[in-house]
């Protein structure tokens, strides 16, 4: 899948100019698959390439429930604030599936799922979260500055808007050098009200840099999500992608919440790229306990069987498992479309717990980096 992305970057880049590119600004979306080689993407989306999605949101869902145990259960674990991934699973993973491996990738104070998505051992990216020395950054990162520089993810930044410009900067060098990679950046809804976001915006346009942004609008109520306008209580434009559209750069809104329609339009910006940078929305619906940079588990970890019947789920998530639950609609889509039986999904759901279980056994039992290290590392 991923080498015919590449070959399919290669061959769109070939037949389109920049001047062609500039005249076809418009929404792109599922609706808007335009030839031959977009639709082939989506044929792509096999059977496998289903549950292994799906294996990947669960372990994110799962992995960021020991983060909330973290912080629950110690005391001194996690002392300030953390932020959860979760009910943005399908974003992170469906972006990630359409990244080939020499892409670069930023992102945010909610980098933990995005590190995983693009496929981070669970145990490493814990073990960073507390600090310890076999963190994916020895411990130096923690919670807010998560990075894979194996995986391409270079930067975390936990300043609203601050990857953006870097991830500009890095598509720019990517244009220099020539070849098909991108530079994706993940960024909340609150990112466009930062100037740096702008910068990073008019000059991917200005210059065509081969960046995707991805804006994580989290606060969108259930109804807005699949087109229509979202209520957005700080920006004066009530649809964000208005914001990119009127640098001239291609922009599209899309449920984020439906893996299928953010793979969709994740894996035709990918490809579509080559002419210049692109913009998605991906509309999600906040998860009810998320509380400010903190987060409960008021019935306890995610059941899997919520995905079936809803009125099991504690009656602060009972709606938003039925409308808002990315893990649980392509958990539902799959068993309905009969390619999946529930035990086989509630098999995969423990062979993930176990796997997150292990994790967080193997983050505690990592020391802390030595002391008279510390100075390692650093510029001069
Ligand atoms: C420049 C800056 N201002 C304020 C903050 C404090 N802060 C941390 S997260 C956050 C909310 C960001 O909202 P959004 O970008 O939509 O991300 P979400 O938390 O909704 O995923 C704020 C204001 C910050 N980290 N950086
Ligand atoms: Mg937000």
């Not at 080498?3 to 061959?11: Q, V």
């Not at 870097?166 to 530079?183: D, T």
């Not at 086989?344 to 997150?356: G, I, M």
Request: hydrophobic residues 45%.
């Amino acid at each position: 899948m991923i080498a015919r992305l590449e070959g399919l970057r290669g061959a769109v880049r070939a037949a389109r100019t920049r001047d062609e590119w500039a005249a076809s600004i418009r929404p792109l979306g599922p609706l808007a698959i335009e030839s031959r080689a977009e639709k082939t993407i989506m044929e792509g989306l096999s059977t496998a390439s289903l549950s292994e999605s799906l294996r990947r949101m669960l372990l994110i869902r799962r992995v960021e429930e020991q983060v909330i145990h973290f912080a629950s259960d110690y005391s001194d674990l996690l002392t300030g604030n953390y932020h959860v991934y979760i009910g943005q699973e399908a974003t992170g993973v469906a972006v990630c599936r359409a990244l080939a491996p020499g892409d670069l990738m930023f992102t945010t104070h909610r980098n933990h799922g995005h590190l995983i998505a693009r496929g981070a051992e669970p145990g490493r990216v814990l073990a960073e979260i507390i600090g310890r020395v076999d963190g994916c950054n020895r411990g130096r990162g923690g919670i807010f500055h998560v990075a894979a520089p194996e995986l391409g993810v270079l930067h975390t930044s936990a300043i609203v808007g601050g990857a953006v410009p870097l991830a500009a900067g890095a598509a720019l060098a990517l244009k220099r050098r020539g070849g098909s990679a991108v530079s994706a950046v993940f960024f909340g809804d609150g990112s466009l009200e930062e100037g740096a976001t702008y910068e990073g915006l008019a000059l991917a346009s200005l210059w065509q840099l081969p960046v995707l942004f991805v804006c994580e609008h989290n606060g969108a109520a259930p109804e807005s999500r699949s087109g229509g306008e979202a209520a957005t209580g700080s920006h004066p434009s009530r649809t964000l992608s208005d914001f990119p559209s009127s640098l001239g750069i291609t922009s599209n809104v899309v449920d984020g919440v439906n893996f299928r329609a953010v793979y969709a339009a994740a894996a035709v910006a990918s490809v579509r790229i080559g002419g210049g940078p692109v913009f998605l929305e991906a509309r999600t619906t906040g998860w009810p306990v998320n509380r400010g940079g903190a987060a409960v588990l008021p019935g306890g970890d995610f059941n899997l069987g919520w995905a079936w019947n809803p009125s099991d789920a504690p009656p602060e998530l009972q709606a938003w498992t039925v409308e808002s639950d990315p893990v649980a609609r392509l958990a539902n889509e799959m068993v309905s479309s009969a390619a999946f039986s529930r035990a086989e999904l509630d098999a995969l759901d423990r062979e993930v717990s176990e796997h997150s279980t292990a994790a967080a056994r193997f983050a505690l039992a990592s020391p802390w980096p030595a002391p008279e290290r510390a100075l390692q590392h650093v510029f001069p």
